[in-house]
């Protein structure tokens, strides 16, 4: 993979902007957009500010795509802001392509956090040669009903804060959820989610230790990409460990072998070091995911790659954030799983 720009750390008393890129779900659920905003002040000393859409309905937000892309192009411009952080996803952040400037990110590397239809905004920052990180956003990890979970709050410090290699991720022993209750009735925002007892990672297969850099998103994002400026060239993705989940639209196992083998098709699968994949929303598919994962590779002849799943990334809380392009390892014989180099200068 090609060396991507490392932004540089937060620090306590930094200001951030939260944005709205795809759904405009914090200008109509104010009170959780609050709470969010409450938390990274509370854990983690941020002064946060809005970009100038932000906060818009959500009808706003579909109906101004050149508005979003510009908020964001504003963000890396102003040299107060030290972070971006997405409020949510959505599904249509696609639409911003055509209105951004590489330019800009080149010139202005920041971090950006964000998950889900984020992906897009990842693929924009991998475009201008910059990390960016696949993590929680403001209305999912930060507004966590009742209070943000511990691994997540120990995640952000260590992977956004901390100049230290990340090093080894564990797997999240709090337990796990994706209970549903509804953001729009206030009163539940401080009713506690109810916790799953985790099983731990699955080793799917795989005998051996590999390393490579890190490239992946939200699978069905992802698709959205292809056969754009913005798919990454072949060169991007050698040597890489990939990472995949789903969303909470659930996709049928037989889709997921569908896109799986169109990477083998476009080469990509056979060129990467290992695969790491999320557990999907409401662990619903999870074995049938790695039926279909496991006979694809063997499609393919790829029988010794390395693969885990239900890891704590993407549409489940809490979780651990990934650094695009930062060097991380499969160990599959101690059966861990670290990153190598710090996140952040």
Partial sequence: MIELITPKSLNTGDKVATISMSWGAAGELPHRYQKGKERLKQFFDLNVVE??????????IYKNPEARANDLMEAFCDPSIKGIISN???DDSIRMLKYIDLEIIKQNPKIFLGFSDSTITHFICLKAGLSSFY???????FAENYAMHNYQVNDIKKTLFSTEKIGQIHPN???????????????????KRKLIPTTGWNFLRGDSIVQGRLIGGCIEVMEMLKGTHYWP????????????ETSEDMPKPEYVRWWLRNYA???ILSNVKGIIFGRPYDNLYTEQYEIELLKVLDEEGLSDLP????????????????????LAEINCINKTFSILESGVA
């Avoid at 970009?51 to 706003?60: F, G, I, N």
Wanted: charged share 20%; aromatic share 14%; hydrophobic share 40%.
């Fill in 88 to 90: 949510i996803g959505g």
């Fill in 173 to 191: 022993k709090e337990g796990w959820t994706t209970e549903f209750l509804d953001w729009f009735d206030v009163s539940l925002q401080d009713v």
């Fill in 265 to 267: 098709t476009l080469g």
């Fill in 135 to 141: 993590g929680t956003s403001l209305l999912v990890g």
């Fill in 233 to 244: 060239d072949p060169e991007v993705w050698k040597d890489s460990i990939l990472f995949f």
């Fill in 307 to 326: 693969v885990i799943t239900r890891m704590d990334f993407g549409h489940t809380c809490p979780t651990f954030t990934l650094p695009y392009g930062r």
């Fill in 51 to 60: 970009t100038k859409h932000a906060l818009k309905s959500a009808q706003w």
